[in-house]
């Protein structure tokens, strides 16, 4: 591939024709001035241009051979330090000789460019390579590495020696075009004295011999690479000389014609004759393109109605699955109804044993609060019995202590029978006393008896009623236990149905996604048939066409040329894209077939012609078999 394509590198060339053996030096100088440098840097970096002769994948072989990253600001950091310096010198010079209008002037007037005025620019770039065949043939693949290596160390050597003390600043070498070559950039500096501008440092590129004699650098060049059989150019300028000195006409001057513009002016010619050989071609193609869009048109009808037959059926199917899933989720949603009323009624039985229970909790607190106040009646009970039992000890004692005294009385008595009546009155009320007491005794003991025997049974009664509750305790605890059971099974079983309730919502859940995933294929399904419609209709139109080679649909002649309109046109076909491109190739299948038979009609003619070939002028003949190459003829034809 890389054979066919020139390099539209401007200083590139081969002025002089290569025989056998014979390999001319290429060494070309231009003038560069400093603000276009930055063409330079594009070139090498493939930022920008024609690139249409590069390979991209030999880029990587391209190498910078002399000069830093940043070899173009240092450069342009000198110009600008030669101007500031050169303007302070030239008015340091004029102040120094008393030309203060003069220094005034030139101070107005600001610092100048470090050059004499050039239409060429202070700078030079250049370009040193040779043949392509000298390095084995177009491109890298083909190339001789060893050769290349010489002729790159002998070209900076050469470079290096006649560019010397820093004027070489730049070098590097593609290997990326059919030859490899280097590009390079000069930059000759001299310093200049003078009474009235002082010491001028100024680029001057003709201060080095090679630059200022154009015969001196070819003779140069044409010495430093003859080790390698790498000659000098032809002498052009000194046969002219000759020929004018003896009187002679003078050769026709050569001009440089850059490889941009010769291969513009190649593919002209090139286009010229396809145009004259396809203009009959066309027309015998025209007809057949023409019965072949009908025989196509005819196709293209069967494949749409074959596609949307298709296209019917899968919504057809479509459809059916829908019903399906919309009838299961009717059913689904009716069993998840079922489930949601058992488990209600479930939630309301189980509410309701937790009320009987909160009930029973309820009554064993008001049973303990009654044995709790039935304890405490209890103590009092028995706290009266103590406070009676030691009231009847008090009364014991005070009877003792009664009868101990009615005793002391009596002998007290018998003692004083004979006293006088005033002792026997105070014995008598004594006795009475006694009486009294014993009575008062004995009313209070029945009191205390018939008290007693109120307490025993009221505190019998109670006992009978502290059974009971004992009794109703325990029965309602083993109720409790009962119903704590009831309640564990309750919730198992709520647990349960919970669980299946949670499945069948999950499987619902998938029923609906599986029910939008086919609703969403029959979208989609009806939109890819409006595609495929919509691109039919193109396809017959002429809108679009099939490309075999690119196995893809592309752009007819009818296509739309705005680009909006081919944006909205492609995104309405995308989703039926690829049934598109196979009726297409069907279609294209068709119209190949008919262009072949066209095709062997023009063979036939061309092979006719073929037979005139040997009353045909050599350039008539190789104009012939040019035309057979691009066109793809087989050789055996002529």
Same mark, same amino acid.
């Given at each position: 591939?890389?054979?066919? /394509?020139?390099?539209?590198?401007?200083?590139?060339?081969?002025?002089? %024709?290569?025989?056998?053996?014979?390999?001319?030096?290429?060494?070309?100088l231009?003038?560069?001035?400093?603000?276009? /440098?930055?063409?330079?840097?594009?070139?090498?970096?493939?930022?920008?241009?024609?690139?249409?002769?590069v390979? %991209?994948?030999?880029?990587?072989?391209?190498?910078?051979?002399?000069?830093?990253?940043?070899?173009?600001?240092?450069?342009?950091?000198?110009?600008r330090?030669?101007?500031?310096?050169?303007?302070?010198?030239?008015?340091?010079?004029?102040?120094?000789?008393?030309?203060?209008?003069?220094?005034?002037?030139?101070?107005?007037?600001? %610092?100048?460019?470090?050059?004499?005025?050039?239409?060429?620019? %202070?700078?030079?770039?250049?370009?040193?390579?040779?043949?392509?065949?000298?390095?084995?043939? &177009?491109?890298?693949?083909?190339?001789?590495?060893?050769?290349?290596?010489?002729?790159? &160390?002998?070209?900076?050597?050469?470079?290096?020696?006649?560019?010397?003390?820093?004027?070489?600043?730049?070098?590097?070498?593609?290997?990326?075009?059919?030859?490899?070559?280097?590009h390079?950039?000069?930059?000759?500096?001299?310093?200049?004295?003078?009474?009235?501008?002082?010491?001028?440092?100024?680029?001057?590129?003709?201060?080095?011999?090679?630059?200022?004699?154009?015969?001196?650098?070819q003779?140069?060049?044409?010495?430093?690479?003859?080790?390698?059989?790498?000659?000098?150019?032809?002498?052009?300028?000194?046969?002219?000389?000759?020929?004018?000195?003896?009187?002679?006409?003078?050769?026709?001057?050569?001009?440089?014609?850059p490889?941009?513009?010769?291969?513009?002016?190649?593919?002209?010619?090139?286009?010229?004759?396809?145009?004259q050989?396809?203009?009959?071609?066309?027309?015998?193609?025209? $007809?057949?393109?023409?019965?072949?869009?009908?025989? !196509?048109?005819?196709?293209?009808?069967?494949?749409?109605?074959?596609? /949307?037959?298709?296209?019917?059926l899968?919504?057809?199917?479509?459809?059916?699955d829908?019903?399906?899933?919309?009838?299961?989720?009717?059913?689904?949603?009716?069993?998840?109804?079922?489930?949601?009323?058992?488990?209600?009624?479930?939630?309301?039985a189980?509410?309701?044993?937790w009320?009987?229970?909160?009930?029973?909790q309820?009554?064993?607190?008001?049973?303990?609060?009654?044995?709790?106040?039935?304890?405490? $009646?209890?103590?009092?009970?028995?706290?009266?019995?103590?406070?009676?039992?030691e009231?009847? +000890?008090?009364?014991?004692?005070?009877?003792?202590?009664?009868?101990?005294a009615?005793d002391?009385?009596?002998?007290?008595?018998?003692?004083?029978? !004979?006293?006088?009546?005033?002792?026997?009155?105070?014995?008598?009320?004594?006795?009475?006393?006694?009486?009294?007491?014993q009575?008062?005794?004995? +009313?209070?003991?029945?009191?205390?008896?018939?008290?007693?025997?109120?307490?025993?049974?009221?505190?019998?009664?109670?006992?009978?009623?502290?059974?009971l509750?004992?009794?109703?305790?325990?029965?309602?605890?083993?109720?409790?236990?009962?119903v704590?059971?009831?309640? !564990?099974?309750?919730?198992?079983?709520?647990?349960?149905?919970?669980?299946?309730?949670?499945?069948?919502?999950?499987?619902?859940?998938?029923?609906?996604?599986?029910?939008?995933?086919?609703?969403?294929q029959?979208?989609?399904?009806k939109?890819v048939?409006?595609?495929?419609?919509?691109?039919?209709? &193109?396809?017959?139109?002429?809108?679009?066409?099939?490309?075999?080679?690119?196995?893809?649909?592309?752009?007819?002649?009818?296509?739309?040329?705005?680009?909006?309109?081919?944006?909205?046109?492609?995104?309405?076909?995308?989703?039926?894209?690829?049934?598109?491109?196979g009726?297409?190739?069907?279609?294209? !299948?068709?119209?190949?077939?008919?262009?072949?038979?066209?095709?062997?009609?023009?063979?036939?003619?061309?092979?006719?012609v073929?037979?005139?070939?040997a009353?045909?002028?050599?350039?008539?003949?190789e104009?012939?078999?040019?035309?057979?190459?691009?066109?793809?003829?087989?050789?055996?034809?002529?």
């Amino acid at each position: 591939m890389h054979e066919e /394509i020139m390099s539209v590198q401007p200083k590139f060339e081969n002025v002089f %024709p290569v025989t056998e053996n014979s390999f001319p030096i290429v060494f070309r100088l231009e003038g560069l001035h400093p603000k276009d /440098i930055w063409r330079i840097l594009m070139h090498d970096r493939r930022r920008g241009g024609d690139l249409s002769h590069v390979d %991209p994948a030999a880029t990587t072989f391209n190498e910078r051979l002399l000069g830093e990253q940043d070899w173009d600001k240092k450069l342009k950091s000198e110009i600008r330090a030669a101007r500031e310096g050169n303007f302070a010198e030239k008015i340091r010079a004029l102040e120094a000789k008393s030309r203060k209008k003069e220094a005034t002037t030139v101070r107005g007037l600001g %610092p100048s460019n470090p050059w004499n005025a050039c239409s060429e620019g %202070p700078l030079r770039e250049g370009i040193i390579t040779v043949n392509k065949d000298w390095f084995g043939g &177009a491109g890298i693949a083909k190339w001789d590495k060893g050769k290349v290596a010489e002729f790159k &160390a002998r070209a900076m050597d050469f470079l290096q020696e006649n560019f010397p003390d820093g004027q070489l600043r730049y070098a590097s070498g593609h290997a990326d075009e059919e030859a490899f070559h280097i590009h390079f950039v000069v930059a000759v500096w001299r310093e200049k004295v003078s009474k009235h501008s002082g010491r001028q440092r100024l680029l001057q590129a003709s201060a080095n011999p090679l630059i200022a004699r154009y015969e001196t650098a070819q003779d140069l060049a044409g010495e430093a690479f003859a080790a390698l059989g790498i000659t000098r150019g032809e002498r052009r300028a000194e046969a002219a000389r000759a020929a004018k000195a003896a009187g002679q006409q003078l050769p026709e001057k050569r001009a440089h014609v850059p490889p941009s513009q010769w291969r513009t002016k190649l593919l002209a010619d090139a286009q010229a004759e396809a145009v004259q050989v396809l203009s009959v071609a066309q027309e015998g193609a025209r $007809e057949a393109v023409g019965e072949a869009r009908d025989l !196509g048109g005819k196709v293209i009808r069967k494949s749409r109605k074959r596609a /949307i037959k298709e296209a019917r059926l899968r919504r057809e199917a479509a459809d059916r699955d829908v019903k399906r899933l919309e009838q299961g989720k009717v059913a689904l949603t009716e069993t998840v109804a079922h489930l949601r009323d058992e488990a209600d009624a479930a939630r309301d039985a189980c509410q309701q044993t937790w009320e009987e229970v909160v009930a029973l909790q309820d009554r064993a607190a008001e049973v303990t609060e009654e044995i709790q106040g039935t304890t405490a $009646e209890l103590r009092l009970v028995r706290s009266e019995i103590t406070e009676e039992r030691e009231h009847r +000890e008090r009364f014991r004692k005070e009877k003792e202590e009664a009868e101990r005294a009615r005793d002391k009385a009596r002998v007290e008595a018998l003692v004083a029978e !004979g006293d006088s009546v005033k002792k026997t009155e105070m014995a008598r009320e004594l006795r009475e006393k006694l009486r009294l007491v014993q009575e008062r005794a004995l +009313e209070e003991e029945r009191g205390w008896e018939l008290k007693r025997e109120r307490v025993g049974s009221e505190l019998a009664l109670e006992e009978e009623k502290l059974g009971l509750v004992q009794a109703l305790v325990v029965k309602e605890e083993k109720n409790l236990a009962m119903v704590r059971r009831e309640v !564990g099974v309750i919730t198992d079983r709520m647990t349960e149905e919970k669980n299946t309730l949670r499945a069948v919502v999950n499987d619902r859940e998938e029923e609906e996604k599986r029910l939008a995933e086919a609703r969403r294929q029959v979208e989609a399904t009806k939109v890819v048939v409006a595609a495929v419609e919509e691109g039919l209709e &193109a396809v017959c139109a002429g809108t679009l066409a099939f490309s075999e080679q690119e196995n893809k649909v592309k752009w007819g002649e009818t296509a739309p040329q705005d680009v909006e309109e081919r944006k909205q046109l492609v995104a309405r076909l995308k989703p039926g894209l690829e049934l598109i491109k196979g009726i297409a190739a069907m279609a294209a !299948g068709v119209v190949k077939k008919l262009l072949a038979v066209e095709r062997e009609r023009l063979r036939e003619d061309l092979a006719f012609v073929s037979g005139l070939r040997a009353q045909l002028s050599e350039a008539q003949a190789e104009r012939l078999s040019g035309i057979e190459d691009r066109h793809g003829f087989d050789k055996e034809t002529k």
